[in-house]
Structures are given as structure tokens and as C-alpha cells.
């Protein structure tokens, strides 16, 4: 005869037999932790930026970013680019993925026209080409951190000269 398995029930509970403390923690322990668990049950976890709150920052001519996330340790940053009429992004490697989700307006990159609702992905070690946008754009873009506006500038003065 093969000896019964208990029901996983059973090996919980006494599992779970095994963590209960022989004596109640005290009213002022048992309080603070209450009032701990509820009050993290109460903060708000989601982060909201409003379309109205941020700050718009001048990146290269015609264009202005809004930072909605930036994570240092992960490298990576999401953030709104508002391209005027007739201005372009410079040409550009990315270390990461880049996610390029167009808003409103419209880009061309390599002689593809991109509009609203199109999405872009850039795989590691692309380089992309100068993006235009004849008519203004919004684009919703994660990516690697955005290098400093002098850097991009220069990169974009090296490739008219070269």
C-alpha cells in the first residue's frame, strides 16, 4: 500500500501553523503595524503628470522636450518632443531600444512618411538618420537617457561637416 499524500491544504496550513507567534504581539506593535499597511493602502502608487504640468525644455532649434520619467539607475527616460514645423532631429546612435510612438503631425525619417498613431522601434546600435517634420510633430518617446543638448549639437555640426 502506498502511504496517503496530504492535500496541499493540509501542508499549508501547517506550514503556516508554524509561523503564528504563541503570544499576540502587543496593542501598541499590532497598532503601528495596522496603521503602517493602511497607510500605504492609501498613498496613491500611480504617477500622473497632467497635460498642463511639466516643464517644456528647449533641446535643439524647433524642438522642446517635457520629461515625464527618467530612471537613472536604468539608464532609460520616457519624455513628449514637440517638433515645430519644418525642424529636425539630428542624426543619432542609441545604446538601447528606443520607442517612438507618434502623437500628432507627422516625421520622415529615410524618405518614410510616419503620422499619428504610428509606432517606431529602434534596436540597439542603430544609428538613425536626420527625422523631419514638415508639418510639427508630438512624439511620445522612451529611450536611453537624452544626452546633453550640446553634445546632440555637436554630433549634428560633425555630420554637416563630414
Not at 502608487?45 to 516643464?55: D, F
Request: hydrophobic content about 40%.
Amino acid at each position: 500500500m502506498t502511504p496517503r499524500t496530504p492535500p496541499l491544504d493540509d501542508l499549508l496550513l501547517a506550514a503556516l501553523a508554524g509561523l503564528v507567534p504563541e503570544q499576540a504581539p502587543a496593542a501598541e506593535a499590532s497598532a503601528a503595524l495596522r496603521g503602517r499597511i493602511l497607510a500605504q493602502a492609501r498613498q496613491m502608487r500611480t504617477q500622473v503628470i497632467r497635460a498642463n504640468e511639466g516643464e517644456w525644455v528647449p533641446f535643439v532649434p524647433g524642438i522642446r522636450i517635457k520629461t515625464l520619467r527618467r530612471d537613472e539607475a536604468e539608464g532609460t527616460q520616457t519624455s513628449l518632443w514637440r517638433i515645430e514645423p519644418g525642424a529636425s532631429v539630428p542624426p543619432h546612435p542609441h545604446t538601447r531600444e528606443e520607442e517612438c510612438m507618434v502623437m500628432e503631425g507627422s516625421v520622415v525619417h529615410d524618405d518614410v512618411e510616419y503620422f499619428a498613431g504610428d509606432f517606431l522601434l529602434a534596436p540597439v546600435g542603430e544609428r538613425h538618420k536626420p527625422f523631419f517634420a514638415p508639418r510639427g510633430a508630438l512624439l511620445l518617446i522612451r529611450s536611453e537617457l537624452i544626452p546633453d543638448p550640446e553634445k546632440l549639437r555637436k554630433l549634428a555640426e560633425a555630420n554637416k561637416s563630414g
